[in-house]
């Protein structure tokens, strides 16, 4: 079993090793984004003033300013934690995906638990405005979401 963090991943490495292919249209997906939903204008009023904060200073946000401005309250705002499922910050995650032990700290997930986080549903890598030598940002994301999966 060979060892690697998910600093360690670009797309090329990631596809090479696990034979992805980047889909255009995926059935689920699009059954999922037209499922019907019913917002209250109460939820409607909230989302507009985290998409106008998003608007108006977004790009000019760093990773903590995005992670405290945005991303938590949106998520805070669902309501989502409860006895059997929350929402976690920087916390490990780690598993297996085919001969390779994967692992790394994300910045969010979603996975069952109250205290700790033990099955995850969804990862969150934060936007990074460069590559550098610890990795490229959309590697890192798409290797904590193999593991997630």
């Not at 309501?79 to 700290?105: A, C």
Request: aromatic share 10%; proline share 3%.
């Amino acid at each position: 079993m060979k060892k690697a963090t998910f600093k360690e991943w670009d797309l090329d490495k990631l596809d090479a090793e696990f034979g992805l292919k980047q889909i255009r249209k995926c059935q689920i997906m699009q059954e999922w984004e037209t499922y019907p939903v019913m917002v209250s204008d109460y939820e409607k009023q909230v989302l507009g003033d985290f998409q106008e904060g998003l608007i108006l200073s977004g790009k000019a946000w760093n990773e903590v300013e995005l992670e405290n401005k945005f991303i938590s309250p949106l998520i805070t705002f669902t309501k989502i934690d409860n006895e059997n499922l929350s929402y976690f910050l920087e916390r490990t995650l780690q598993g297996v995906v085919g001969d390779y032990d994967l692992s790394g700290n994300v910045d969010g997930m979603i996975a069952t638990g109250s205290r700790n986080p033990h099955t995850p549903f969804s990862v969150c890598m934060k936007y990074k405005r460069s590559v550098d030598d610890g990795g490229t940002p959309d590697g890192q994301a798409l290797v904590a979401m193999l593991v997630a999966r």
